[in-house]
């Protein structure tokens, strides 16, 4: 079972880059979401989409700005998170995650992908 993230890098405020995560090895069939760390920070919850696709929900922080979405094969998940309007508060190392029991406790985990946003 495998989460890889991919997309993170130094961006300037007010950009819009793509973050995309690759979950492969079992079926994904609960949700999954996009969790961040900012530096000296605990990490914080910022997204999260069900199986389907059609039910989103976001941190106040990054709402109307970010926008998750999936699409599911077989034994594999494209997880994507849009950012927009990017601010330097957004620096952290983002994660994506899975819930593999179907209870939002969040156990699977990818390695992180970093994003620096420059003023």
């Known amino acids: 079972v495998q989460l890889q993230a991919s997309g993170g890098g130094l961006v300037q405020a007010g950009e819009s880059p793509r973050l995309s995560c690759v979950a492969s090895?079992?079926?994904?069939?609960?949700?999954m979401g996009w969790f961040r760390q900012a530096p000296g920070k605990e990490r914080e919850f910022v997204a999260v989409?069900?199986?389907?696709?059609?039910?989103?929900?976001?941190a106040d922080s990054v709402k109307g700005r970010f926008t998750i979405s999936r699409d599911n094969a077989d034994n594999t998940v494209y997880l994507y998170l849009q950012m927009n309007s990017l601010k330097p508060e957004d620096t952290a190392v983002y994660y994506c995650?899975?819930?593999?029991?179907?209870?939002?406790?969040?156990?699977?985990w990818g390695q992180g992908t970093l994003v620096t946003v420059s003023s």
């Open positions: 995650a899975a819930d593999s029991r179907g209870d939002f406790a969040y156990d699977i």
């Open positions: 090895g079992r079926t994904f069939s609960n949700t």
């Open positions: 989409v069900s199986w389907s696709g059609g039910r989103t929900y976001y």
